[in-house]
């Protein structure tokens, strides 16, 4: 019973079910000590009831699956270890399950000293060890240690897998090295292993970084005609990246393919073309927008002001500013004077008293 709540990751009843067994069986009991060492909370104080614990019980499995859902990895590893020196060797399911857990936490370090500590004992690592270690490097930004990995595969006879591909094809995204990224893809096309909604996403965040928009729209394309439902996020990304080129067409008619699928934009969603719509002058659509928003249920936060504000200051339409400001009510920030002041200045009297009426509310000035 204790190993599946342990399993399912139910720790508290786990506990729970440890007390009462000690509760049945007395103080004298090795369980009682079990429980000493729980109370302890893997301190560096609980050296007697660690040392009898070894000695009481040999399915010492259970205590490293327990510290490494608990997260307590430094106390796995010191554990690891001593039953290591105490000659019980851990086989090669146990090796696995500890590296896992430890890429997973972003412990990289333990797990590259757990992964060599199993090379010495002459294990043979297997792909999913592979993949455990590659998804943990990738993850903290080491490519180059996941090419090693990649490497020692290759030497070892192991071919990596649709999820080895998908990792590495978004580690080298999130770093921008879209040319190893397309290379990934190209193995994995060659090989007949097709993408999933992981790796398109992450080929659209790349190019969007990069400012590669056709690019990105293009494997937006190629997403939908594999059948995979992009999400708003992904639909947004690519927005902006068009928006923010001055593509606002482009924009507006991804927002029209991505309502044809059935997703509600949100406030974000609408920011971004917003924004597109200001940096290009068109306040009128910018505020034809905003009624869209509004009939529509999406309410308007702060930066979608915000970024209105910006606008109509640059056109400095003291009327315009006026009745934004009232419907901005206890939106409105200091960013919003700031824009006034900074865009506008002293050009317009009437805009001045504005500002600092406005201002003055908010006590920016003293």
């Not at 079910?17 to 103080?27: C, D, E």
């Not at 009831?49 to 859902?69: E, G, K, N, P």
């Not at 934004?324 to 002041?341: F, H, K, N, P, T």
């Amino acid at each position: 019973m204790a190993h599946f709540l342990i399993a399912h990751n139910m720790l508290p009843q786990a506990r729970s079910l440890l007390r009462f067994l000690v509760s049945r069986k007395g103080k004298c009991s090795a369980s009682s000590v079990f429980a000493s060492f729980l109370e302890t909370k893997g301190t560096r104080e609980c050296d007697f009831a660690f040392d009898s614990l070894i000695i009481a019980y040999t399915d010492w499995v259970l205590f490293l699956m327990l510290f490494s859902a608990l997260d307590w990895l430094d106390d796995a590893n010191e554990l690891f270890d001593e039953m290591c020196s105490r000659g019980l060797v851990p086989n090669g399911f146990i090796f696995t399950s500890l590296i896992d857990g430890m890429c997973k936490k972003g412990r990289t370090d333990l797990a590259i000293q757990t992964y060599q500590r199993f090379l010495k004992k002459g294990f043979e690592p297997d792909l999913v060890m592979y993949n455990s270690l590659i998804n943990g490097v990738c993850k903290s930004g080491d490519l180059k240690r996941a090419k090693m990995f990649i490497a020692e595969m290759s030497l070892r006879g192991l071919k990596p897998d649709k999820f080895t591909y998908t990792i590495l094809l978004d580690g080298f995204c999130k770093e921008g090295d879209m040319e190893s990224a397309l290379l990934i893809r190209e193995k994995m096309v060659t090989q007949g292993i097709e993408l999933d909604d992981v790796a398109f996403t992450a080929l659209i965040s790349g190019f969007c970084k990069e400012g590669r928009l056709i690019d990105a729209e293009r494997a937006l394309r190629e997403m939908l005609n594999a059948g995979m439902k992009p999400d708003d996020a992904t639909y947004t990304m690519i927005m902006d990246g068009f928006c923010k080129q001055g593509d606002v067409r482009m924009g507006f008619k991804l927002l029209k393919q991505m309502q044809s699928y059935g997703h509600v934009p949100g406030v974000v969603t609408y920011n971004v073309l917003m924004n597109g719509l200001c940096k290009q002058g068109q306040l009128r659509n910018a505020n034809t927008l905003l009624d869209t928003m509004l009939s529509s249920g999406v309410v308007p936060d702060s930066i979608t002001y915000n970024i209105l504000l910006d606008g109509f200051c640059k056109k400095a339409n003291p009327k315009d500013v006026s009745k934004l400001r009232s419907e901005m009510g206890l939106v409105a920030d200091y960013a919003s004077y700031s824009s006034l002041i900074s865009q506008v200045g002293g050009a317009s009297k009437s805009l001045e008293e504005i500002t600092l009426s406005g201002a003055g509310s908010l006590g920016v000035y003293r």
